[in-house]
């Protein structure tokens, strides 16, 4: 894979974050806690379950390939915004920036400091596929951009992230909650349920999205608003036995046949903005150009 530098970067590329491998070191290190960091065993507790966070939607979503695993936890996109927003300066400062949702809402970080932090390992840099079939596809993202980040009242949704978390649990044959639907109704009803789950929760998400913003999300509501919808897979099964082939189904009825039923798989949810960031990174709509490597 090629590596790039800030040069390279377009208006509108998504940004992939992958954390560095899980350490058990990092977490004996909190809590022993040799230079008095923390005042309690809450604080140290706290800190841990920080730690193991990032790995979270990782660990939930392996991706298609577990041969390719990487610890994919958070996506931005690369933007050009005023890094005054909110100030009482009368000169804006409009900057190329990484745009992104966290803790504190949505705002924007400095490319060379963020490839210091240690949380970040590499950058992925995904670009849209169809750039130049799009009518000034840049100004397009970057209108849409500008309006998220000039909105100071959108805060993050924790709430967001961790249900991105389950439905990662889903989203593969290999998650464990699939498994348990598939060990408890069979495959054929196990996969109707994550379907229409994920269908209900992006028909919510919909009419709900300024409540439930999230780091991919917010790359997806963004490209939604300019009118790219990014083409993201529902379900991804990585084995030949789970897949089946497709016909109408009558989803109003348990009385299932399931060797009547075929299923054509992946599906697709074409306008959907509930993704993780491993979903924008595997979208049939953008490539992986390159990566953005941390700086020590």
Same mark, same amino acid.
């Given at each position: 894979?090629?590596?790039?530098?800030?040069?390279?970067?377009?208006?509108?590329?998504?940004?992939?974050?992958?954390?560095?491998?899980?350490?058990?070191?990092?977490?004996?290190?909190?809590?022993?806690?040799?230079?008095?960091?923390?005042?309690?065993?809450?604080?140290?507790?706290?800190?841990?379950?920080?730690?193991?966070? &990032? +790995?979270?939607?990782?660990?939930?979503?392996?991706?298609?390939?577990?041969?390719?695993?990487?610890?994919?936890? &958070?996506?931005?996109?690369?933007?050009?915004?005023?890094?005054?927003?909110?100030?009482?300066?009368?000169?804006?400062? +409009?900057?190329?920036?990484?745009?992104?949702?966290?803790?504190?809402?949505?705002?924007?970080?400095?490319?060379?400091?963020?490839?210091?932090?240690?949380?970040?390992?590499?950058?992925?840099?995904? $670009? &849209?596929?169809?750039?130049?079939?799009?009518?000034?596809?840049?100004?397009?993202?970057?209108?849409?951009?500008?309006?998220?980040?000039?909105?100071?009242?959108?805060?993050?949704?924790?709430?967001?992230?961790?249900?991105?978390?389950?439905?990662?649990?889903? $989203?593969?044959? =290999?998650?464990?909650?699939?498994?348990?639907?598939?060990?408890?109704?069979?495959?054929?009803?196990?996969?109707?349920?994550?379907?229409?789950?994920? =269908?209900?929760?992006?028909?919510?998400?919909?009419? &709900?999205?300024?409540?439930?913003?999230?780091?991919?999300?917010?790359?997806?509501?963004?490209?939604?608003?300019?009118?790219?919808?990014?083409?993201?897979?529902?379900?991804?099964?990585?084995?030949?036995?789970?897949? @089946?082939?497709?016909?109408? @189904?009558?989803?109003?009825?348990?009385?299932?046949?399931?060797?009547?039923?075929?299923?054509?798989?992946?599906?697709?949810?074409?306008?959907?903005?509930?993704?993780?960031?491993?979903?924008?990174?595997?979208?049939?709509?953008?490539?992986?150009?390159?990566?953005?490597?941390?700086?020590?």
């Amino acid at each position: 894979m090629k590596k790039l530098n800030k040069s390279d970067l377009q208006i509108g590329d998504i940004l992939i974050f992958e954390y560095p491998n899980f350490d058990w070191e990092e977490v004996d290190k909190i809590w022993k806690d040799k230079d008095k960091e923390y005042q309690s065993r809450t604080e140290k507790l706290k800190a841990i379950g920080w730690y193991l966070l &990032h +790995f979270a939607i990782p660990w939930c979503d392996p991706g298609k390939n577990p041969e390719t695993y990487k610890n994919i936890y &958070h996506a931005a996109i690369w933007g050009n915004v005023d890094i005054y927003r909110g100030s009482t300066l009368n000169k804006p400062n +409009f900057k190329n920036r990484i745009v992104q949702a966290g803790a504190n809402g949505t705002g924007q970080a400095s490319l060379e400091e963020t490839l210091l932090e240690p949380s970040v390992q590499n950058i992925y840099v995904c $670009r &849209h596929i169809n750039k130049t079939s799009f009518t000034n596809f840049e100004d397009r993202i970057n209108k849409v951009i500008k309006e998220y980040y000039n909105n100071t009242s959108l805060k993050y949704s924790f709430e967001t992230a961790w249900m991105l978390s389950v439905l990662c649990s889903m $989203r593969y044959s =290999t998650g464990t909650l699939y498994k348990m639907l598939v060990k408890k109704y069979g495959v054929t009803k196990a996969t109707l349920l994550v379907v229409a789950i994920t =269908t209900l929760v992006q028909y919510y998400a919909k009419n &709900h999205k300024k409540d439930m913003i999230a780091c991919s999300p917010l790359v997806a509501d963004i490209f939604m608003d300019a009118e790219i919808p990014l083409k993201t897979d529902t379900l991804v099964t990585t084995k030949e036995e789970d897949q @089946l082939k497709s016909s109408d @189904l009558d989803l109003a009825s348990w009385n299932i046949n399931e060797e009547e039923i075929d299923l054509d798989f992946p599906l697709s949810v074409t306008n959907g903005t509930m993704v993780t960031p491993r979903q924008l990174m595997e979208s049939k709509s953008v490539k992986v150009i390159g990566y953005l490597p941390h700086e020590k």
